[in-house]
């Protein structure tokens, strides 16, 4: 639900549009994409303030590099445990 902002602090917040967003999980990247193609979405409409998006961008690239590096993780730990068994074998 979009509303504008009233009262005064600073600067005039009359233009500044406020959206209540639900709390969404991210575990994978395709949830990366999807948060940013709602939010995307959400500017391309003036839903949501400028600076509401890239706060959650920034967070959303944070968020896919953590998940990048625990892939990355695995794969490696799954490779390291394949090499030593093979030098078991091998011995």
Not at 11 to 38: G, H, M, W, Y
Request: proline share 2%.
């Amino acid at each position: 639900m979009a509303q504008r902002a009233g009262g005064k602090v600073g600067k005039s917040l009359d233009n500044r549009i406020i959206t209540e967003l639900e709390p969404v999980a991210i575990s994978k990247p395709q949830d990366v994409v999807q948060l940013l193609n709602e939010v995307t979405n959400l500017v391309r409409s003036r839903q949501i303030d400028l600076k509401v998006a890239n706060t959650i961008g920034n967070l959303a690239n944070s968020m896919l590099k953590a998940i990048e590096l625990s892939e990355l993780e695995g794969k490696v730990e799954t490779i390291e445990r394949a090499i030593l068994e093979r030098q078991r074998i091998f011995r």
